[in-house]
Nanobody, 123 residues
């Protein structure tokens, strides 16, 4: 199983921006569907962004669409989530994930994930 390590979280004011990074092993981000979900402890997770293995299809939840952008650098095996216009409601722990398809990620069928990185947005 791939091991993923997230970074880039922190505390920002509403309206600010952060870029999360996720480092994988091997060629994970070149051949697998990849994405991000967020979860407040004690609540259900929310799949917020995904990218197909081919790189041709993206997904964003309604809550982040237009504000977040998912991308990857396959050569360096790094996945990114650019988060702009952050709102207090975005406060959560963010996790990067991989799976066999974007559809599987969307339905919770991911096969690997990282330790999470905390994002806190103040009003």
């Amino acid at each position: 199983q791939a091991q993923l390590v997230e970074s880039g979280g922190g505390s920002v004011q509403a309206g600010g921006s952060l870029r999360l990074s996720c480092v994988g092993s091997g060629r994970t981000f070149s051949i697998d569907a990849v994405g991000w979900f967020r979860q407040v402890p004690g609540t259900e997770r929310e799949f917020v962004a995904g990218l197909s293995g081919s790189g041709g299809t993206t997904y964003y939840s309604d809550s982040v669409k237009g504000r977040f952008t998912i991308s990857r650098d396959s050569a360096k095996n790094i996945l990114y989530l650019q988060m702009n216009s952050l709102q207090p409601e975005d406060t959560s722990v963010y996790y990067c994930i991989t799976g066999n398809s974007l559809q599987q990620l969307k339905t919770g069928g991911f096969t690997s994930w990282g330790q999470g990185t905390q994002v806190t947005v103040s009003s």
